[in-house]
């Protein structure tokens, strides 16, 4: 009797330890791989910034890094920078593509052809896009120039990212064209995703149409509206490809923003222990933001 | 088939308790039905005899063998789920014979087998339709299907028919009672359907809380209900109640009026006790307790009429067609044997 | 809607399909452009440079992209790349979306905040270590070094995808199939990857089209002309020679085949992917 109970009991523990372990189990590839191709560069990459290197050796320095930030102006013009880029793109991505998910929301002809067009900026490699966009630009073979120029845009038929007034709406008007497909997409779903018998009451209600939208399809989109805000705020915060594409952080620093000045400190001025210290700022500044906006999301759903 | 016996059985979600020392015996080839109020337990405790939740305590064995430790697929049982789980991109036929083919028979066997069943149930235009392309009820046939190609030891079914309209209840109802009649497996069956409780089961399990509260015979549950949560669960419309004072042989109501008890009742003098009356055994009297009638509704067979008496709300079935108004004051009586005396305090019967 | 004026509705109209053509334009312009140029004798190339069209045609760019230069070579790198990191990652995190789909254990909220953290990280942060790291294991100027590393960038992403496809796969199923007689493993197999083809499907697509477009990695890692990608390729193109758009043009229209067709291809569930993706976060 006490043998068959030892043996439940062992029986019991073995299958409580295959049920504690059968979803780590599941997860393990995806955590060894981000452990150690991010997790572990993630955390060499801070120490580094304790450092300061030079073509053959690296000596600790403290907080040295982070003292020399505080006066570098390169990196204040590229905060300034980043969050002009930043806000400026995610804002007209997210309106134009919002319009767009509400424009083809509802039935009209071609409709099937028009989804699959809209659509195909996004699946074009950003560094196509880069490319595409500055040869756009380019007064020689591209046609923007002498568009601005006849519309009164521009003086004379150049190209804006030679300018440094103007030489960050290049890679903000390739950004936007890129970007719009990823909001119009999770818009548009989550648009379909709403009831419609909501919308057939408001309207028994009396409510306007711009009430319709404020009252009923605004509230219902914020979820979905906060993540996806989120998740392209940081991509684009931290996003160099296109800049780098396109201008470089030139002319003169005017399109430097904090992703492309670490990449150029990193690697043409070889102190990496800098550009480490820089890009934990960024990092500390992009997980505030990502936990608010998680904690705002939170917030919404328990109302909703 | 096989025996299926609870010993103790509990189970939690983490801090709540769903299942608390449930014991049961079900008999080989038993039809037992699982009733009680949304959220008691019963398909929680379906699914442990089934495998899909461990228990945190007790033992449940199919036939001889203990399972507890036994994965659902070597517990040799089908189930019916109430979403049917048809598997979506499978036809009928291979959905029918997909446990057959997982344990290797060999293909005519499982030919024969799908066959034999889908002619049973009438699926033979449909074997090569998907899930989606089926009504509602024959979704719920191929599911049903799907657990007979198995001939395991034991059926569960939770909540099969609650997706159909009335009237396919009720023929499914039939077909189901006469399948397990030609079958005689064992089977376990989940339900919120009074009806389908009362005519289908050998025996009804009654639960409330995660607590068995009176196993037996439908009649016997119906007749005798051991407490007065079973008595107020079982039939419809509800029994009435009344609140009492033990008054010598008799029980004294809240508006004074007093009522004959059964002989058999075990009370002690000024004992708090609840009377229950079934609505079919009040009748209209000339003396008795005096009562306002609320509402009168014909419902062709009998006449329901609902009147307030004794300080409360109560329903009377007559089979007769009484010709009565809103307002009307009338007497209502019931004969000692029709009464059921439950104990105040436990909510026990107590004759 | 009733209630509203003929005159409403068909400025309405008009106002919605004026407002869908200017965005059409706008989506199409740079591709057009790209294409046009492409086609455009060398000749004609200034002296024409903003005509819609060019008044003659020519393939020539395209011959001599692939009979002269090193971009066939390129694109087998990038199709090699891709393709691998696309099946990896969509194995992997079919896993992974399983686990957070279908189990309640301890620290899968914790889980899933690294995950979603993973996708903060500035990829300039870790580019540094990860060059030396990849280094020492000799994976640097290979494409094993970069499949490994793409691979990582994914994975969080395509894990939430893929939960929220396993998410909409109704759990009564697999426990019917482990009833009926499969082990949870056997159920996976044989049910739920079966109907959750689609969203793989998806996740294949968005994680193809990313690898084939990331251009800062393959830039820092790879430096021998047979490793290079084709993003990286065009790039070192345009700086080394002297411009020769025709050519570039050309190739860069060779680039965007493979990953348009896999998009026109899986676009109806790209789309719900993607939302599921995005809305649970
Ligand atoms: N996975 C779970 N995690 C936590 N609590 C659960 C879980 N499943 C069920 N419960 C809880 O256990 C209790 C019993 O649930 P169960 O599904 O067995 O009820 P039921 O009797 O079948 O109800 P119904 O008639 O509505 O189907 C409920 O209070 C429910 O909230
Ligand atoms: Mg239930």
């Known amino acids: 009797m006490t043998a068959i109970a030892e043996d439940i009991g062992s029986l019991q523990r073995q299958a409580d330890r295959r049920r504690f372990l059968e979803p780590w189990l599941y997860l393990s590839p995806a955590l060894i791989l981000i452990f150690t191709v991010l997790i572990v560069p993630l955390v060499i990459g801070i120490s580094y910034s304790f450092r300061k290197f030079s073509a053959f050796r690296s000596e600790y320095v403290g907080l040295g890094q982070y003292r020399a930030m505080l006066s570098d102006t390169v990196l204040h013009g590229a905060l300034v920078n980043t969050l002009w880029w930043t806000v400026a793109s995610l804002a007209l991505q997210f309106f134009f593509g919002l319009g767009l998910a509400l424009l083809l929301n509802r039935p009209f002809i071609g409709q099937r052809i028009v989804q699959g067009l809209v659509f195909l900026p996004w699946a074009v490699p950003i560094f196509l896009t880069g490319l595409t966009w500055s040869w756009l630009f380019n007064p020689v073979i591209g046609p923007l120039p002498h568009v601005f120029h006849a519309i009164g845009l521009q003086a004379e038929p150049v190209t804006i990212l030679a300018d440094p007034a103007t030489a960050m709406w290049g890679p903000i008007i390739a950004n936007v064209w890129f970007g719009i497909p990823f909001f119009a997409i999770t818009l548009l779903a989550a648009r379909k995703s709403i009831p419609s018998e909501l919308y057939e009451a408001a309207a028994i209600d009396g409510a306007s149409p711009w009430q319709q939208f404020t009252k009923v399809t605004l509230p219902f989109l914020a979820p979905t509206i906060a993540i996806t805000v989120m998740l392209r705020t940081v991509w684009i915060a931290t996003f160099a490809d296109l800049i780098y594409v396109m201008t470089a952080g030139g002319p003169a620093g005017s399109t430097n923003t904090i992703a492309t000045y670490i990449y150029v400190s990193a690697f043409k001025s070889l102190d990496k222990g800098y550009a480490s210290a820089i890009a934990v700022l960024l990092l500390v500044l992009l997980i505030a933001y990502a936990l608010i906006v998680i904690q705002m999301r939170r917030a919404l759903l328990r109302d909703a | 088939m096989a025996s299926v016996s609870l010993r103790s059985v509990h189970k939690k979600f983490g801090p709540i308790t769903v299942l608390q020392s449930i014991d049961l015996d079900i008999e080989d080839g038993e039809f037992v039905v699982l009733v009680g109020p949304s959220g008691c337990g019963k398909s929680t405790l379906l699914r442990s005899i089934a495998g899909l939740e461990t228990i945190n305590g007790g033992e449940i064995h199919i036939g001889e063998r203990q399972v507890n430790h036994v994965a659902p697929k070597d517990r040799d049982i089908a189930m019916v789920f109430q979403s049917y789980a048809l598997y979506p991109h499978m036809d009928v036929r291979r959905n029918m014979g997909f446990s057959l083919n997982l344990r290797k028979s060999p293909t005519r066997m499982v030919v024969e087998r799908v066959s034999a069943a889908s002619t049973k149930l009438g699926l033979n235009s449909l074997l090569d339709r998907l899930p989606k392309q089926l009504s509602g009820g024959q979704r719920q046939r191929v599911a049903m299907g799907r657990a007979i190609v198995r001939n395991p030891q034991v059926f569960l079914f939770d909540e099969p028919l609650s997706n159909l309209d009335a009237k396919l209840r009720a023929t499914m109802r039939t077909e189901i009672k006469a399948l397990h009649q030609s079958l005689k497996t064992t089977a376990i069956y989940v339900t919120h359907d009074q009806v389908e409780a009362m005519t289908m089961a050998n025996r009804i399990v009654v639960m409330s809380d995660g607590v068995i509260q009176q196993v037996g015979a439908p009649l016997e549950l119906y007749d005798r209900p051991a407490n007065i949560f079973v008595a107020g669960f079982i039939g419809s419309p509800t029994m009435n109640f009344f609140d009492a004072v033990i008054d010598g042989k008799q029980a004294g109501l809240a508006d004074g009026s007093l009522l004959a008890l059964p002989a058999s009742a075990a009370v002690t003098e000024g004992q708090k006790v609840v009377i229950g009356i079934r609505p079919e055994h009040l009748h209209f009297t000339d003396t008795g307790i005096p009562g306002t009638v609320v509402v009168v509704e014909p419902l062709g067979m009998s006449t329901q009429v609902t009147l307030d008496a004794a300080r409360e709300r109560v329903t009377l079935l007559a089979l007769e067609r009484p010709v009565l108004a809103p307002g009307d004051r009338k007497h209502l009586t019931a004969r000692p044997q029709d009464i059921h005396v439950f104990d105040r305090a436990s909510g026990l019967r107590v004759n | ?281």
């Open chain 3, 1 to 281: 809607m009733p209630g509203q004026s003929r005159f409403q509705r068909i400025a309405g109209t008009i106002g919605v399909y004026g407002a869908i053509a200017c965005y059409v334009v706008f989506a199409l312009l740079p591709i057009y452009w790209t294409i046009k140029i492409s086609v455009t004798p060398q000749d004609l190339l200034y002296s024409e440079g903003i005509r819609l069209w060019p008044s003659r045609m020519t393939l020539a760019n395209y011959a001599s992209v692939l009979e002269a230069t090193d971009f066939p070579r390129y694109f087998l790198n990038s199709i090699i790349v891709s393709v691998a990191t696309a099946v990896i990652v969509t194995a992997v995190a079919s896993f992974a979306g399983y686990a957070l789909s279908r189990f309640r254990f301890r620290g899968k909220a914790l889980v899933s905040l690294v995950l979603l953290l993973t996708q903060t990280f500035p990829l300039v942060m870790v580019i540094p270590p990860i060059y030396r790291i990849m280094g020492q294991l000799g994976l640097t100027d290979n494409l094993y070094g970069l499949i490994i590393i793409y691979t990582a960038f994914n994975i969080a992403f395509a894990t939430f995808l893929m939960q929220s496809f396993l998410d909409g796969v109704p759990k009564d199923l697999e426990e019917a199939a482990m009833i009926d007689g499969c082990t949870r493993f056997e159920a996976l197999r044989r049910v739920i990857l079966p109907l959750t083809l689609p969203g793989m499907g998806a996740t294949v697509a968005f994680v193809f089209t990313a690898a084939w477009s990331e251009l800062l990695f393959g830039l820092m890692l790879i430096n021998s002309e047979s490793q290079k990608t084709f993003s990286v390729g065009l790039l070192t193109f345009v700086g080394k020679f002297a411009v020769d758009w025709g050519q570039m043009m050309a190739a860069s229209v060779l680039a965007l085949i493979p990953v348009c067709l896999f998009f026109l291809f899986l676009q109806r569930y790209l789309v719900t992917g993607l939302t599921a993706g995005a809305v649970k976060g």
